[in-house]
């Protein structure tokens, strides 16, 4: 709040001191009017200064948003700058001191090698400052520890800067209505699975109503976009075979209003983020890196394209 006194002293100086000089100059007649001027102007000047002088509900700043991700334990996808589609790894902050931060990873691709001095872009759902909206941040990398090869912790420069960093390639459409879209997903690639892998009963399914596919009822589709689609799965069904970077692929059903039918389409993709939801279902993140057209009658041979 501002000093109201220093303010009634300011007023007292620039407005009623000067105002008495022209009023003792002024006709009688006149005196009325000059009185009501200045003190409509005073009234104005004062409740100006204290709302512009009053404090404001900041939002949170930037070091409180870090420290808000450590505390809460989010999960920050790592890339290197210029590529933020490029997940090469998970990890959550450990510590923060006053000249870096340490991070342990949850996933590690290997696509990228994390080493001292490499220049790195995390980024984390986005948080609102009381100046911008944020989801990211660039830091070099200080101190990097490794098992079998890959990076399992590091330390990296405090940021001096964050930023919102557009990730999304395809807009992503939430599923609300489960029972107009129907997924079967195998474990496999295209290029070491049979034929005939459609007609096998499938490794993942949801909504499929297939009779071999049982205990599969409390599955559901999250999001689905053209580059990929989100799923939800009990957790014994997310065995070894599906891990990050695996391959799958699939068979979605989804209903066209137009034509009031069911129509499939196939794909081959990779797990790109496995994330527990709760006690017992994981969110799967499977990204499209083919699409699959029919070649025959029987639905079994398949022609690739990729993405």
Same mark, same amino acid.
């Given at each position: 709040?501002?000093? /109201? ?24 007649? #006149? ?84 080493k ?5 872009l ?11 909206? /944020? ?33 999304r ?20 690639? %295209? ?17 499929? #109503?297939?009779?071999?596919a ?50 499939? #389409?196939? #794909? ?15 969110r799967?993140? %499977? ?18 394209y990729?993405?």
């Open positions: 709040m501002p000093d /109201i006194q220093s303010v009634i002293s300011r007023i007292d100086e620039h407005i009623f001191i000067p105002a008495k000089k022209l009023i003792d100059q002024m006709p009688p007649e #006149y005196v009325p009017l000059i009185i009501g001027t200045a003190t409509a102007v005073a009234f104005i000047v004062t409740l100006l200064v204290i709302i512009v002088s009053r404090p404001s509900k900041k939002k949170s700043s930037s070091p409180s948003v870090l420290k808000k991700l450590h505390k809460e334990g989010a999960i920050i996808d790592v890339a290197l700058p210029g590529s933020p589609t490029a997940i090469c790894g998970r990890a959550v902050i450990t510590s923060i001191k006053k000249d870096r931060i340490k991070m342990e990873m949850l996933e590690n691709s290997g696509s990228v090698i994390l001292p001095e490499l220049e790195v995390f980024m984390f759902r986005p948080e609102n400052t009381s100046t911008d909206k /944020i989801n990211s941040f660039t830091a070099r990398l200080l101190k990097t520890e490794k098992k079998n090869g890959l990076c399992t912790s590091f330390s990296a420069e405090m940021p001096e800067k964050f930023s919102n960093t557009p990730r390639q395809h807009r992503r459409k939430r599923v609300v209505d489960q029972q107009f879209i129907r997924v079967k997903i195998w474990a496999g690639d %295209i290029k070491n699975s049979r034929d005939d892998f459609s007609d096998s009963v499938p490794d993942l399914a949801v909504n499929s #109503y297939d009779p071999r049982g205990g599969q009822e409390e599955n559901s589709i999250i999001n689905i976009s053209n580059g990929g689609i989100a799923v939800s799965a009990i957790n014994d069904l997310v065995d070894e075979r599906f891990t990050t970077d695996s391959d799958v692929l699939l068979n979605i059903f989804m209903f066209n209003f137009r034509q009031k039918i069911f129509k499939p #389409y196939w #794909y081959a993709g990779k797990i790109r983020s496995l994330e527990e939801k709760g006690p017992d279902k994981t799967l993140g %499977i990204e499209f890196t083919h699409s699959g057209i029919i070649q025959d009658e029987d639905e079994q041979l398949l022609q690739w990729e993405l």
